[in-house]
């Protein structure tokens, strides 16, 4: 098929639109500056073509790559042929995150997700599947029991998990970190059932609070099929969280003889998670009464460490997207537009999303 032939699929048009965070109005603006002012394009233009109701192909197609910086091809694509608008999405995030903001996100992760498949396809890796069960919750089985089994199926050593990332990569999930551009979320997930489960992770959030958002996304996508209630399904991961970065069983004993700031900054440490969490797990294994509860957060806070913890944790970061970039480029020789190409994006997007970090690792994490 050639340029003239490529014809512009309205759900890809809104959804990229969305994943650049730009208004209808912003677009029109864009491509009306994109033609050198030979062509003016309106809001309603922009609102006609995300609804079908009007094509867009040729030199207008070539105008709305432009204002949205994708390839053309990319915008062509259907949605959810791609899969990439299927699934249950889950997040962690403040509730002072704007609606606006959050489809932003939304939209980034599908893309993501057509990204990774559109390498690993160019790739050849090997079919594999992945080790992420489901759990289905009820009055004998609870968040921290899915927890306890995913452990005991991953064969996980007691104690801390020394890389949260790096198990769930190694059960065949894909796990992408990105700066967000908010620092009101922390973390997103996607998984219909049938394609790999991903991972979008905030850049920004600290190291041990980017480890509880990870395990808490995992809880989602083992316990959350269907919606349900949020408020609900948030305190299941939450506690799901809990107990598979700090099992009741191996934490217990760490609570005994008071909690002060200095034993939590101690257990921060070792466990790679925030104060603010071990002082709850504390709470919830019935290690320290309210008013101990109560007394080491207004210490907390009158410290300032509600916004900003002593004991830096170095962050995790994902591997397998590194060593499939490193499959394209060494193993099958890919240049970077080829490579770009292969994952819709234009070649300076590609280079500084996805060539940035240091991809330094054997090719084996690929075919865990």
């Given amino acids: 098929m050639t340029s003239g032939d490529l014809q512009a699929h309205p759900g890809m048009l809104a959804l990229a639109r969305e994943s650049r965070g730009m208004t209808q109005t912003g677009v029109a603006d864009a491509m009306t500056k994109a033609s050198g002012g030979a062509a003016v394009v309106s809001q309603g233009y922009v609102s006609r073509?995300?609804?079908?109701?009007?094509?867009?192909?040729?030199?207008?197609?070539?105008?709305?790559?432009?204002?949205?910086?994708?390839?053309?091809?990319?915008?062509?694509?259907?949605?959810?042929?791609?899969?990439?608008?299927?699934?249950?999405?889950?997040?962690?995030?403040?509730?002072?995150?704007?609606?606006?903001?959050?489809?932003?996100?939304?939209?980034?992760?599908?893309?993501?997700?057509?990204?990774?498949?559109?390498?690993?396809?160019?790739?050849?890796?090997?079919?594999?599947?992945?080790?992420?069960?489901?759990?289905?919750?009820?009055?004998?089985?609870?968040?921290?029991?899915?927890?306890?089994?995913?452990?005991r199926e991953w064969s996980l050593p007691a104690g801390p998990v020394a890389d949260v990332i790096g198990s769930i990569e190694a059960a065949g999930c894909w796990v992408v970190v990105r700066d967000l551009g908010s620092k009101l979320l922390d973390a997103v997930s996607q998984w219909d059932g049938r394609q790999m489960p991903l991972m979008l992770v905030n850049g920004l959030a600290p190291g041990d609070r980017c480890r509880f958002s990870v395990a808490h996304e995992l809880g989602h996508l083992v316990m959350h099929t269907e919606p349900g209630t949020a408020g609900e399904q948030e305190k299941q991961a939450d506690a799901f969280a809990s107990e598979f970065l700090m099992p009741a069983a191996d934490i217990r004993q760490a609570f005994t003889g008071g909690v002060d700031l200095a034993r939590l900054a101690e257990l921060k440490r070792t466990w790679r998670v925030s104060m603010s969490a071990l002082l709850r797990r504390a709470v919830d294994l019935n290690a320290l009464s309210d008013w101990q509860y109560r007394t080491v957060v207004v210490e907390m806070s009158a410290l300032g460490y509600r916004s900003a913890e002593p004991v830096v944790i170095p962050p995790e970061r994902p591997r397998r997207v590194d060593a499939l970039v490193d499959v394209l480029m060494s193993d099958r020789g890919l240049d970077l537009d080829r490579a770009a190409s292969c994952a819709h994006l234009l070649p300076e997007d590609f280079e500084r999303l996805y060539m940035a970090g240091d991809r330094s690792l054997s090719h084996a994490l690929l075919r865990r």
């Avoid at 790739?123 to 927890?147: F, N, S």
């Fill in 49 to 151: 073509a995300e609804a079908g109701r009007l094509a867009v192909g040729e030199d207008r197609l070539v105008l709305y790559a432009a204002a949205l910086g994708y390839p053309p091809e990319l915008l062509c694509a259907d949605p959810q042929v791609g899969g990439v608008g299927v699934g249950l999405i889950h997040h962690r995030k403040r509730a002072s995150l704007s609606a606006s903001a959050l489809r932003r996100i939304h939209a980034e992760l599908a893309l993501v997700r057509l990204q990774v498949a559109g390498m690993a396809g160019a790739a050849a890796l090997p079919e594999k599947g992945h080790r992420v069960p489901r759990v289905d919750l009820d009055d004998l089985t609870t968040a921290r029991d899915a927890a306890r089994q995913v452990r």
